[in-house]
């Protein structure tokens, strides 16, 4: 079964690495948004991301997420915030 599930699925560390990458150079209009393939997926959007509590959610796992790049970079955050 696991070999079906990483068949249909998994993605080498390369693959999964570009949608990062078109994450971070993409414009504003993708921001908080669901990517997936270097796309947005809006139908993939469950409500628990968009509402008031996933929008306080989302706020502090970027807070968390930068202080980790900060702490390994100084200065990084700032410039992709």
Known sequence: MQ?????????????GS??????VIADESTHGKHLSG????????SP???DAEGQRT???IWKELAALMESA????APRIS
């Open 48 to 50: 628990s991301m968009t």
């Open 3 to 15: 070999r079906i599930v990483r068949m249909l699925w998994a993605r080498t560390a390369e693959e």
């Open 18 to 23: 570009r949608t990062i990458i078109h994450a």
């Open 58 to 60: 989302q706020k502090q």
């Open 38 to 45: 270097c796309e947005v997926k809006e139908h993939w959007i």
């Open 73 to 76: 970079h100084p200065g990084c």
